[in-house]
């Protein structure tokens, strides 16, 4: 496993270098683990936290990624994903409800609203479709991460070229791999100018570039550097965020003990 993923960022760094989608090979195993890892990560594995609409945020999170669905036309700074999710897992064979398909923004227009409506129908039969398609919203998150590098590199110089292609292949194994997909899932890209506070972004791109030229364990590296742009954007919030630290703190450090099945 570690040769063939190895294999594929050369290629990428090579001819490909800008390709629409950069692949990326796991078996169903490491994705089954993968979508556990990341349940736990975002959810607890509970099936309860798989709609959930977090205190002083303008939307819910739902599924395996917690993804945003914004309650309006308006969207606000941060990447929506969930609407792409519904369209990818119908695409995909997934029998989805009828207001579900239909529906053009989240149907709860605040949290309490959210929450009053938590045991309903729509929300009841959301967490059921959502607990059945784990593999399927694993399969999306991997499809982020594969269109998501082409985009960092697009969007950088050619010296940040050279140190993100250097970071990405000190974490070509299996468990670096499985660190990329949860962290561009957890705090995406970086590279959407309206996920900035005071011009800092958080995403993958930032961490890649924080990380020092030369260390002896990668992954150890990136928690570390994931918590300083974290820690960066926290103090540059618009509002406070301080209660949300420590939780990421945990996260990004814990990728240095992650051992990935081959």
């Known amino acids: 496993m570690s040769r063939i993923i190895s294999f594929i960022f050369i290629t990428l760094f090579s001819s490909s270098l800008f390709a629409n989608v950069y692949p990326i090979n796991l078996s169903a195993d490491q ?4 979508g556990q890892l990341i349940w736990k990560n975002e959810g ?10 977090n205190q002083q945020e303008d939307f819910p999170s739902l599924g395996l990624g917690h993804f945003i669905w914004y309650p309006t036309s308006e969207k606000g700074p941060f ?10 897992m119908s695409e ?3 029998v989805l409800p009828t207001w579900l398909t239909e529906a053009k923004v989240a149907p709860w227009q605040s949290r309490e609203q ?4 938590f ?6 039969e959301l967490r059921l479709l959502l607990s059945q398609q784990l593999q399927l ?4 998150i991997i499809l982020r991460l594969e269109r998501a590098i082409p985009l960092i590199l697009e969007s950088s110089t050619a010296l940040e070229q050279q140190v993100i292609e250097q970071q990405l292949k000190q974490l070509a194994t299996p468990e670096g791999v499985f660190t990329l997909l949860d962290y561009v899932n957890f705090k995406g890209e970086g590279v959407n100018p309206k996920e900035r506070y005071q011009g800092d972004g958080w995403g993958l791109k930032q961490v890649l570039l924080t990380m020092p030229i030369h260390y002896d364990n990668p992954l150890r590296s990136f928690g570390f550097a994931a918590d300083e742009v974290l820690t960066r954007r926290v103090k540059n919030a618009p509002r406070d965020e301080q209660r949300w630290l420590k939780g990421w703190r ?13």
Not at 44 to 53: C, F, G, I, M, R
Not at 114 to 117: N, S
Not at 119 to 124: A, F, I, V
């Open 44 to 53: 607890q594995n509970k099936v309860e936290h798989l709609t959930t609409w």
């Open 114 to 117: 959210f929450y009053a409506a």
């Open 92 to 94: 995909n064979g997934a």
């Open 79 to 88: 990447k929506e994903q969930f609407p792409a999710l519904v369209d990818f």
């Open 119 to 124: 045991e309903g129908p729509q929300l009841t």
């Open 250 to 262: 945990v996260r990004v450090h814990a990728y240095q003990d992650l051992k990935i099945i081959d």
């Open 31 to 34: 994705t089954q683990q993968l």
């Open 137 to 140: 919203q694993t399969r999306f």
